[in-house]
């Protein structure tokens, strides 16, 4: 009987008891003390399961005041094995303490061979602190191992281009690090190996392996670029700039025309960047994978790169001219001129213009800053001293919203009113041809008849199909709450979109910040 109360344990959750599986029957010493103890609610079937199981400790019940229950221990080995905590559980009722011999034989039971502490046995006797969860061996764990990388030693990030407003309030168009040039042997990138680290060891004294680095990356090899004979190093074959594109890093040679862009050199069509010292004439085209920097000024000419384009003197493009950049396009002036920039446009004055912008757009000066007629459609925000102007009524801006996104709500808004207009008309014939004696109607007629019922259904489809559609572009119009602001005068006349309101001024407003809230154009003063 003794032997059979001894395996009685408390745990956190409930007592349990210590099944002898070496008996004949186990079951015969649960039935002896849950008789003994007169414990109730028994769930016999799910002790016939853990018998069954072979479970070494066997739930009787949770509570645990209802039976006399000696000082018990609970000993935690962690997942890994690489520490083991003591758990001491205090007597129930008249209970009896464990002796000192006792502890030390369960502890060795578990044949631990590395990093035992004993010495956690006094200290409990001595305190019999039954909150504590008392070490008793710790193991070493195995090093974080570190993975591969590669080492860049040029910058791959794409460079935000904005002039230096000076304090005089002049533009330095002249400092703006436009790319990084390297020369031909410069170490590009590095390939770092990864490093392994120190297995570990759990307490039973087995080698616990540290977790396989991750290889590093491959090379970005791009255009004109070649990896050292050890796989190590990317090098630069050529003198030129750097260019990041699709992961690749490319060396782009540049070509430099020290001349105006006319009938002496043709149109311009380059994989690299592109320099023009001289001027844009009317009609030539410059088409560049690179960025395209001219530091004369543009006429009717067409621009367009994959990187930035900068234009020192600026456009008067009389109509004529078109300015596209996958970047940032940064100028001086511009006149009558188109300009499509993926990201930021920055100017000093901008008249007439049609701009699609789907950064910000800066337009400040010292004595200008303005935005005057045209139309302009900037998806983040917009920065001017003025826009509009007291001679012209004409302008039009409009922020927050992707021109990309505006322009196919417009196109599926100019499809839909075409089709409702087909429809209507369709639905004229049909109640004309059907308030007639079909008996009696030609053939033709019949035909005509049949056709327009037929197309009828088909457009209302559509335009169902379309308004679908439309209703998609609608969120994207607030997906960025953009803003305007104006530094020191915006003109009556001038009409504002912000997202999706839309507000005509009637009268100058100088000096604010003009937002959308709540779907509302609110006004601010600066």
Known sequence: MEDILNR?????????????????????????????????????????????????????????????INESLEIVISDDKILVEVIFYPPKKNGRKLKKQEILNKILDLQIKFGLDLSIIDEFLK??????????????????????????????????????????????YKTLNLFENVKKGNILVTKIDPIKGKNGRD??????????????????????????????????????????????????????????IDNSTGNIDFVGNVIVRGNVLNGFTINAEGNVNIYGYVEGATIIADGNIFIAKGVQGAGKAKIVSSQNITL????????????????????????????????????????IGGKAIV??????????????????????????????????????????????????IVENLSNMDINYLS????????????????????????????????????????????????????KIVVNNAIIFLKEDINSCIIRNVNGKVKIFKL
């Not at 001129?337 to 004055?349: G, M, R």
């Not at 919203?401 to 322009?407: A, D, H, W």
């Open 203 to 260: 307490i039973f004294g087995n080698i616990v392996l540290s977790k396989e680095p991750k290889q590093s990356p491959a090379l970005p090899k791009g255009k004109n670029t070649e990896i050292s004979p050890d796989g190590k190093r990317l090098i630069s074959t050529v003198n030129g700039c750097v260019f990041y594109k699709d992961k690749l890093i490319n060396i782009l040679p540049i070509l430099e025309i020290k001349s105006d």
């Open 127 to 172: 305190k019999r602190d039954y909150t504590k969860r008392y070490v008793l061996a710790q193991g070493i764990q195995p090093e974080e191992s570190k993975d591969g990388f590669l080492r860049y030693f040029v910058d791959i990030n794409q460079k935000k281009i904005k002039p230096k407003i000076l304090e005089d309030g002049s533009t330095d």
């Open 8 to 68: 009685i344990e408390l745990k956190n959750d409930g007592v349990y008891f210590l099944v002898d599986y070496n008996k004949i029957n186990p079951r015969e010493d649960i039935i002896i003390i849950i008789d003994k103890y007169k414990i109730k609610n028994i769930n016999y079937l799910e002790i016939e399961n853990s018998i069954n199981n072979k479970d070494k400790y066997i739930l009787l019940t949770r509570d645990k005041n209802i039976i006399n």
């Open 332 to 371: 001086n002036f511009v006149e009558n001129t188109t300009l499509i920039a993926e990201k930021d446009i920055n100017a000093q004055y901008i008249m007439h213009c049609n701009i699609f912008c789907n950064g910000d757009l800066t337009v400040l000066g010292k004595r200008r800053g303005v935005i």
């Open 443 to 494: 053939e033709d007629k019949q035909i005509v008849f049949e056709k327009s019922v037929k197309e009828k259904l088909e457009i209302k489809k559509k335009i169902v199909i379309y308004k679908k559609h439309i209703q998609r572009l609608i969120p994207l119009f607030t997906k960025k709450l953009a803003k305007i602001q104006i530094n020191h005068r915006i003109y009556g006349g001038t």
């Open 379 to 428: 998806g983040g925000d917009l920065i001017s001293r003025d826009i509009g102007s007291s001679m012209s009524n004409n302008t039009e801006v409009t922020v927050g919203i992707n021109y990309k996104v505006l322009n196919k709500y417009e196109e599926l808004i100019k499809k839909v009113d075409i089709m409702k207009e087909r429809y209507n008309t369709l639905c004229k």
